[in-house]
């Protein structure tokens, strides 16, 4: 098993930036596929993005495309959410989350989570 914890969330302007880190312990990261969802206030969680176990692939939400960009060294036993350009609507708790199996969109597919980190966009 692996056990996730994320960090670097807070308050930022809207157009600033961000880096969530996402640190795994027991088992190695690199044995797994490895995606960030969100959830606000109210609203279901939410695919965000994922790269594959080698960091070879990856998908994003097409809220996010082009703003963020999630990458993972194995070395470190790390991933991390670069998130530029941020807006208010980007304002939710992010968590981390790992699959023993593929790098996919669905909640239902991720085997193992981090306890969340808040971000918060102010306008």
């Known amino acids: 098993q692996v056990q996730l914890v994320e960090s670097g969330g807070g308050l930022v302007q809207a157009g600033g930036s961000l880096r969530l880190s996402c640190a795994a312990s027991g088992r190695p990261l690199r044995f797994y596929a490895m995606a960030w969802f969100r959830q606000a206030p109210g609203k279901e969680r939410e695919f965000v993005a994922t790269?594959?176990?080698?960091?070879?692939?990856?998908y994003y939400a097409d809220s996010v495309k082009g703003r963020f960009t999630i990458s993972r060294d194995n070395a470190k036993n790390t991933v991390y959410l670069q998130m530029n350009s941020l807006k208010p609507e980007d304002t939710a708790v992010y968590y981390c989350?790992?699959?023993?199996?593929?790098?996919?969109?669905?909640?239902?597919?991720?085997?193992?989570w981090g306890q969340g980190t808040q971000v918060t966009v102010s306008s």
């Open positions: 790269l594959s176990w080698s960091g070879g692939s990856t």
């Open positions: 989350a790992a699959s023993d199996h593929y790098y996919g969109v669905a909640v239902t597919e991720y085997d193992y």
